[in-house]
T-cell receptor, first 113, second 109 residues
Framework: EPEVTQTPSHQVTQMGQEVILRCVPI?????FYWYRQILGQKVEFLVS????????KSEIFDDQFSVERPDGSNFTLKIRSTKLEDSAMYFC???????????FGPGTRLTVL | DAKTTQPNSMESNEEEPVHLPCNHS???????IHWYRQLPSQGPEYVIH???SNVNNRMASLAIAEDRKSSTLILHRATLRDAAVYYC??????????FGSGTKLNVKP
């Protein structure tokens, strides 16, 4: 069964460093998403991506964040200068249509020290 | 701002139906209602979604109030594997998702 994969499973970084979180969505999907979940809190939408551009983003997704689909299979989230409050689980998801079922990856736990 | 409110937790007995409520009084006419659930240490998993009419699938049913300001996710026969956090979500604009704080469902054997 096709699935969304994410790497790494856990990333530890120093405050101020850049990190790139990687995702491989399901191959025939067209819509891609990033979410974050701070420990013990709800899931929060960051950004949606379609046709090689951002379609929606939340207030959390400021200039420190960027997304890219560099090669037609990977979908990346970059945080330019990490802050302590960026520590969270980051989930990637993909869907075939905009309002259909999203398939989530297992997440990357980001720890900023 | 589209938002949803849910009870923090609910409890059910195994094999009994469960009704998980969600209020979304600020919903606009084009917002879809989605439900996902999250098992411990996993990513969210799709349950069901709808716009105006009630919806049924193999996992659950979604009952949407006539004014669309609330909805209820119905699990017809809860099992121990249904123990999870259930999120009521509004999809607004084209592709922007607003998660509620979630209801933690505990299923007792």
């Amino acid at each position: 069964e096709p699935e969304v994969t994410q790497t790494p499973s856990h990333q530890v970084t120093q405050m101020g460093q850049e990190v790139i979180l990687r995702c491989v969505p399901i191959s025939n999907h067209l819509y891609f998403y990033w979410y974050r979940q701070i420990l013990g809190q709800k899931v929060e939408f960051l950004v949606s991506f379609y046709n090689n551009e951002i379609s929606e983003k939340s207030e959390i997704f400021d200039d420190q964040f960027s997304v890219e689909r560099p090669d037609g299979s990977n979908f990346t989230l970059k945080i330019r200068s990490t802050k302590l409050e960026d520590s969270a689980m980051y989930f990637c998801a993909s869907s075939g249509e905009t309002s259909s079922e999203q398939f989530f990856g297992p997440g990357t736990r980001l720890t900023v020290l | 701002d589209a938002k949803t409110t849910q009870p923090n937790s609910m409890e059910s007995n195994e094999e009994e139906p469960v009704h998980l409520p969600c209020n979304h009084s600020t919903i606009s006419g084009t917002d879809y209602i989605h439900w996902y659930r999250q098992l411990p240490s996993q990513g969210p998993e799709y349950v069901i979604h709808g716009l105006t009419s009630n919806v049924n699938n193999r996992m659950a049913s979604l009952a949407i109030a006539e004014d669309r300001k609330s909805s209820t996710l119905i699990l017809h026969r809860a099992t121990l594997r249904d123990a999870a956090v259930y999120y009521c979500i509004l999809r607004a604009n084209f592709n922007k998702f607003y998660f509620g704080s979630g209801t933690k469902l505990n299923v007792k054997p």
